[in-house]
């Protein structure tokens, strides 16, 4: 008798039972990064460097007229490295002032950025070149110039197509500032 109602309270216990089913929240998707490699730059331009061989240059569709500014597209990746080149002297194109122009398209981030880091260092080509880290949900997560001060001035940003959280960009943004380094390093001013 004691097993008979044992059982039906045992089964009304099971169907009492409520699931408290979450769906799982949203993951994002694994990032397959390839092994770093470069290429050497080729064409007419007044510097020679390396770049990423994960990456295609392309002329810079801001301003056509400028010749030396190049896009290297990350087309996996949905980002671009902006490169613009000055030759000092020309025009407003006095160190101070592409310094200084540098300095400000970097600070307009402070409102976004939780910190810049800025370093600077001098390339094995004997280059001086400033470096800025940016964190937080910024449109740049990294910025450089190399110059010799007194004829060339290259300026580098990365920008992505995307308006992803950096933490899941993360990865990606990492494996192209070790590119970026390398082309920094690289970097080497042609007097034509």
């Not at 990032?31 to 007419?44: A, R, T, V």
């Not at 592409?98 to 600077?120: P, R």
Request: hydrophobic share 40%.
């Amino acid at each position: 008798m004691k097993k008979m109602l044992a059982l039906p309270l045992i089964l009304m216990g099971l169907a009492s039972c409520e699931n408290n089913w979450l769906p799982k929240p949203t993951g994002y998707n694994k990032i397959d990064l390839p092994q770093h490699s470069f290429k050497n730059l080729e064409g007419d331009y007044p510097y020679r460097l390396d770049y990423s061989a994960s990456s295609q240059v392309e002329p810079d569709s801001f301003n056509l007229s400028e010749k030396a500014w190049i896009n290297l597209n990350y087309r996996d990746f949905g980002a671009k490295v902006h490169l613009t080149y000055k030759k000092i002297g020309e025009g407003k194109g006095d160190f101070e002032t592409l310094s200084s122009d540098a300095f400000k398209l970097t600070a307009k981030h402070q409102i976004k950025a939780y910190g810049i880091e800025e370093g600077v260092l001098v390339t094995p080509n004997g280059y001086t070149a400033v470096v800025a880290e940016l964190s937080g949900e910024v449109p740049t997560q990294f910025q450089f110039f190399v110059t010799d001060s007194t004829e060339h001035f290259l300026r580098g940003a990365l920008y992505f197509n995307t308006a992803m959280k950096n933490d899941s960009l993360a990865p990606v943004i990492e494996y192209i500032k070790i590119d970026m380094t390398h082309l920094m390093n690289s970097v080497e001013f042609l007097d034509k």
